[in-house]
């Protein structure tokens, strides 16, 4: 059972592969998701968290409210990097969790773990290949503007703070450009499928 780590800057493209692999018949575990899971009632990570930043962090029903947490850490590397160091091994441990159920379902399912953050975790060894979506700055900034209303000075700021095209391309077994139209970024994604699915 092949299992793609599939990891983008901002804006990049990253869900939009991620959507294209599903419909090719991949499975898709989604790190983000596992994120908020890490976060529920009841998980290892929710009293390790507690424990660290307080019991206001704790929603009324038990969980972790991300509001007042983000509050905790935004701005504070070193409070950030606190919570990371509670949450990606837990997130890794879902990951693993889920890779081996799907393959215990299906031993020829190809699975495609989607992490912004694959390579900061440390997690791109959990799959056979790593696939990198990457886009030029400025089409990622035209883009991210377009699409979430970001003023140049914040895209930028979150380009600046995230990991350069050139260092995620050095750790990549792939990469797949998403500079021009969705018929190239599609073209492209499909070259890639090729790569397992062949």
């Not at 983008?8 to 692999?21: H, I, R, V, W």
């Not at 990570?45 to 307080?54: C, H, L, R, S």
């Not at 091994?89 to 912004?116: F, G, H, M, Y």
């Amino acid at each position: 059972m092949p299992i793609i780590c599939l990891t983008g800057g901002l804006a990049a493209g990253k869900s939009t592969a991620a959507q294209y692999f599903a419909e090719q018949g991949a499975e898709i575990i989604d790190a983000d998701k596992l994120g908020h899971e890490t976060y529920e009632a009841g998980s290892p990570a929710n009293d390790q968290i507690v424990a660290a930043f307080g019991p206001e962090v704790r929603a009324d029903d038990g969980s972790i409210d991300r509001k007042v947490l983000g509050s905790k850490v935004f701005g504070q590397p070193d409070a950030l990097k606190q919570l990371t160091d509670i949450v990606w091994p837990e997130i890794r441990t879902l990951a693993e969790a889920r890779c081996q159920a799907v393959s215990d379902q299906d031993p020829k399912a190809i699975v495609v773990l989607e992490a912004a953050v694959l390579f900061e975790a440390g997690w791109e060894d959990i799959g056979d290949e790593v696939w990198v979506v990457t886009a030029e700055p400025e089409v990622v900034i035209d883009r991210a503007i377009n699409r979430d209303g970001l003023t140049r000075e914040a895209i930028e700021a979150r380009l600046n703070s995230q990991l350069s095209n050139t260092e995620r391309r050095a750790k990549a077994d792939f990469v797949i450009e998403n500079n021009t139209d969705q018929e190239t970024f599609k073209a492209n994604l499909a070259t890639a499928w090729a790569r397992i699915d062949g």
